[in-house]
């Protein structure tokens, strides 16, 4: 009569010992269902995407270029622009982003770029600065996005410093002169960019300042350049 009465406790208490167990299965299998699925999630490219895009999120590209430009005359130098790139529209054929971006510029007139002064003992050179703000607008094209056209206006701060040294020993003349200026620039820039990885690309570029503000002695005539484009978001 007892045996009958043992049964249903000694089923309460294997279940009481086996729960923790069953619930460690259960949450293992748990992870073994959703890991898949969690492995399928691939981060947004750091580019405009291939066949283009449906949101309006920021991309980060910086522009790495070997200038040469024409102030009082060749100079040398280079340039790096940081631009943020947000999609506004799209079209089975092209992308279409508004940019806007910091452009930091760095040029060098040295005497070796100027003929005229050979036979001369002339020294020095023009050293120029630019710290510009741009705003513009570029077209992705093609199936995958990869070749890009922009404009952009730029406009800052442009510091001019021009430094020689003159020696006429046969009329036992020398001396050293200093001039320095800051103005404002505003200019214009194209540029035509192929992405030929999912982080790197090459760019070519022209340019120049509209003769608003100073002469071209002191913010350059015009520019151009070539360099690498690094796609960072």
Known sequence: MNAPARIPGVALLCALLLSPVAGRADEDAGKVVASPVDGTATPA???VRSGGEQG???????DSTFVYAI???SALGAALHLLGQVPV?????????VDAGLLLGCTNEPVALAPWLA???VSGGVNRLQVLLSVG?????????????????V????????????????????????IARSSLVLGAQLDYAYRFSRHV???????????VFQSSYVQTMFWVGAGLSFHLR
Request: glycine share 18%; proline share 6%.
């Open 119 to 121: 036979g001369m003992d």
């Open 45 to 47: 490219p750091p580019h």
């Open 56 to 62: 309006h999120r920021l991309l980060l590209r910086l």
């Open 155 to 178: 406009g800052g701060l442009n510091y001019w410093n021009s430094t020689y040294s003159l020696r006429y020993p046969s009329e036992g003349l020398s001396g050293r002169t200093t």
């Open 71 to 73: 102030g009082g005359q």
């Open 89 to 97: 529209w799209n079209t089975r054929t092209g992308t279409g982003t």
């Open 137 to 153: 607008h570029t077209a992705f094209v093609g199936r995958e996005r990869r070749s890009s056209i922009g404009v952009h206006l």
């Open 201 to 211: 690309g090459f760019h070519l570029l022209a340019g120049g300042p509209f003769p």
